[in-house]
Structures are given as structure tokens and as C-alpha cells.
């Protein structure tokens, strides 16, 4: 989801969630039109990280939550994926939209109604990059807690590495000013937050134009050019 989200970190300003309601209703049209180049629509890259996590967590990783779930872009396709998926976003507006597209899901948009030490997964599609630098260790931090033993937090952040990733962000009107995080920076995250067995991905390499080529993907993996990473670790 493109906007900030610093409705759950403690500079949580009720006027934010205002701002995110107010997006609420256009953001698929303008993400739409910022992923326009790849000859993909935004849906090709929801079932992108779909595919990556039942590749991650298998079929029953125990309960998953989608955290930052926006509109449901994600949560729509991991309920077909996962037995019990949940949803979390600081704006109702989202929530009662992602609401209608994934019915069999459960959606908070109060964090501390999250439940602690229970998921086998916890997602941050496209996250982190919205959250100010100096709140993203605190937040995986706290998300940490909220997973059950062996669970993993899974994050998908876009490469600064890619030039046609940097312009992709710049041309969204919902990632101004936001501050890209290196791959470095998102392991670093998860080792901080005193997970394990950490593993990074690098994935999306070829836009629709070379799409002949995209069986090659997953033989790519190791190399930095891939346009989003995605890097998991569990908790001890």
C-alpha cells in the first residue's frame, strides 16, 4: 500500500488517519498508473508475492498476517493460499474495502487488538519504505512478538538498486518523500529484531515485454537486480 504509516508507530497523529481514509478510494487507480511501464497491472505483482510465499511458508504455516493490508490487494489472494489469514491497516476506509474482497479473512485497523505470540507469519508488502527510519526497527521489533515460535516475518521492499524500481516509486504520488531501504538495511531489520535463519530473495526481474524469460526467475534469486527483495526470518 502506498501511504504512510506512521498511524502505527508511537508518532501516530489521528489527523494521518484521515489522510489514509481519503486515499482510500483512489489508490488502485494510481497504482495502476505507477506500475504502468512494467506492461503489468497491479494485480500481476499481488500474485507475484503470493506465489513467493507459499514458496516460503508452505500451506500451513498457521494464522497469516497480511500487516499494512491497504484495500486487501494481497489479502484477496492469501486466503486461498492460507487456512487463516488476517489483516491489519490504521485506515477503516481501507479496511471495510479490503473487507468486501476478502470476506473470509479477519481485518483490525487497531494494533493493539493484534493478538500477541500467535501467527506462523506476519507480512509487510511493501511496508517499511513508508514507515520513517528511525521507527522501522522498533516496529519489526514489536511485530516479532506477535509471532508464535518458529514463525517468520516475511518483508517485500522495493530495490533502490533498480533504476526502474527508483522511478516506478518516484512517479507514485503516495511515495513522495519516502526513503528506500537497500537490501542491507531489511536484513538488517530482522537480525536486529532477534530473528533467525534469515534468507533473502531477490525477485520481479522481467516486465511483461520479456515475459518469455521469466521461467528464469527463480534461478535468479542471488542477483541485486531484481526490482523488489524479499527477505524472511523466524522467531526462536
Known amino acids: 500500500?502506498?501511504?504512510?504509516?506512521?498511524?502505527?508507530?508511537?508518532s501516530?497523529?489521528?489527523?494521518n488517519e484521515a489522510e489514509f481514509d481519503a486515499f482510500a478510494g483512489s489508490y488502485a487507480d494510481m497504482h495502476a498508473k505507477s506500475v504502468a511501464a512494467s506492461g503489468e497491472d497491479p494485480e500481476y505483482f499481488s500474485i507475484y508475492k503470493q506465489k513467493v510465499l507459499e514458496r516460503v511458508l508452505g500451506s500451513a504455516p498457521g494464522p497469516v498476517l497480511d500487516f499494512g493490508c491497504g484495500i486487501g490487494n494481497l489479502t484477496h489472494l492469501l486466503v486461498r493460499s492460507f487456512p487463516e489469514v488476517h489483516g491489519f491497516d490504521p485506515s477503516k476506509k481501507s479496511v471495510d474495502l479490503a473487507r468486501?474482497?476478502?470476506?473470509?479473512?479477519?481485518?483490525?485497523d487497531d494494533k493493539e487488538s493484534l493478538p500477541k505470540d500467535h501467527y506462523g507469519a506476519i507480512v509487510l508488502a511493501n511496508v517499511l519504505h513508508h514507515v520513517p527510519r528511525s521507527a522501522r526497527a522498533g516496529l519489526v521489533k514489536e511485530l516479532s512478538r506477535l509471532l508464535a515460535k518458529n514463525g517468520k516475518i516475511v518483508i517485500f521492499e522495493h530495490n533502490p538498486l533498480n533504476p526502474v524500481t527508483v522511478k516506478a516509486v518516484k512517479d507514485c504520488p503516495f511515495d513522495e518523500g519516502v526513503e528506500l531501504l537497500y537490501p542491507w538495511e531489511v536484513t538488517g531489520l530482522l537480525d536486529d529484531a532477534g530473528l533467525l535463519a534469515r534468507k533473502l530473495d531477490y525477485i520481479v526481474f522481467f516486465p511483461r515485454i520479456l515475459a518469455k524469460l521469466r521461467p528464469l526467475e527463480p534461478h535468479l534469486r542471488g542477483l541485486p537486480l531484481g526490482a523488489q527483495v524479499c527477505a524472511w526470518a523466524e522467531r526462536p
Open 12 to 15: 501516530y497523529d489521528p489527523q
Open 1 to 10: 500500500m502506498c501511504y504512510d504509516l506512521r498511524a502505527m508507530t508511537e
Open 100 to 108: 468486501t474482497r476478502a470476506s473470509a479473512a479477519t481485518f483490525y
